[in-house]
């Protein structure tokens, strides 16, 4: 309950800070930074070292791959053909293609299911989210920011995107199976933590709610991909295809669920994808989730 009064009030103060004057205009960039270059990095050296490593989770850590490659196929070809510019259609796959798997996710799932529905909640956000957003999502950014780079210049993005610099650090600790003590946990934590904040705050400093926007038809689309077509996609493919019933698999379902990730959205706003839209996509995704995830979890319970 505290995070959802947390994610309304930030983004109430980000809205209000609009107005004062003595708060520079370009703010949110400062803050953006803040979230990307150290609390992604920070989370990431925190929760993967634990990570203990299953088959079975492929199932959920696949949740966030499947959900960006579809969302970049379906927004690529809408934009193709329709003629919108790339850095509407980097916006679109960004935003469109992440789920908010732990802010929003860890406290829902907890409260449905547990402490055992969140441990699966944890893997589809790190070895998934996470991941997707420090690999695929930068790639993403980086193209439809920049248009045409080479192969070279786009690995060298990613290869010294701090947050995936720390996952590849991570994941060495985990295969050694090397933590840190104690207090470095604690400090890792807790500057990871700020991440949510931040970020919503940085979302309400850009918020606008104009009603001749020409964003109001593709934040609804992107929306319709986020909150209704990719976890009907994910359900399709684990119950009907492979045939899989579990609270794991409804966890991982309803995880594809939330709504839009906040850092995504963050990333695409700093890399001057459309950043209205952006943070429209949070300020509006937020609420409209809580009506379509109760959709999807009677679904799941009629299956």
């Known amino acids: 309950m505290n995070n959802f009064i947390l994610i309304f009030v930030c983004l109430f103060i980000g809205v209000v800070f609009q107005n004062i004057k003595q708060i520079p205009k370009n703010a949110h960039k400062f803050l953006n930074w803040i979230v990307v270059y150290i609390c992604l990095p920070a989370l990431a050296l925190y929760y993967i070292p634990k990570v203990k490593w299953d088959n079975q989770l492929l199932f959920p850590i696949g ?22 510019p790339r850095k509407l259609i980097g916006c679109l796959i960004i935003c469109g293609g992440l789920s908010n798997t732990s802010f929003l996710g860890f406290p829902i799932i907890e409260a449905l299911y547990g402490e055992e529905g969140l441990r699966t909640a944890i893997i589809v956000d790190q070895p998934g989210s996470f991941v997707v957003l420090s690999t695929l999502g930068v790639l993403v950014a980086t193209v439809y920011s920049k248009g045409n780079l080479s192969s070279v ?30 207090w470095g946990q604690l400090l890792l934590k807790s500057v990871g933590s700020a991440v949510t904040p931040l970020a919503l705050l ?50 991982a379902i309803l995880e594809s669920a939330m709504a839009p990730m906040i850092t995504g959205c963050i990333l695409a706003s700093t890399y001057g994808l459309k950043p209205r839209l952006s943070s429209m996509m949070i ?4 609420p409209i989730s809580f009506v379509t995830l109760l959709f999807w979890y009677v679904v799941l319970q009629y299956v």
């Open 63 to 84: 949740v966030a791959w499947i959900g960006f490659v579809i969302s970049y196929f379906f927004f690529s070809y809408l934009g193709k053909k329709r003629g919108w």
């Open 153 to 182: 210049q786009i690995a060298r993005k990613i290869a010294f995107f701090p947050p995936f610099v720390t996952f590849c650090i991570a994941c060495l600790m985990n295969v050694f199976q090397f933590d840190f003590q104690e």
């Open 202 to 251: 940085s979302v309400g400093l850009q918020l606008r709610f104009e009603k001749r926007s020409m964003h109001w038809s593709f934040l609804g689309l992107g929306l319709f991909y986020k909150l209704i077509l990719m976890p009907a996609i994910i359900f399709f493919l684990y119950v009907v295809v492979f045939h899989q019933h579990s609270k794991e698999i409804e966890v």
């Open 283 to 286: 300020g509006f995704g937020i």
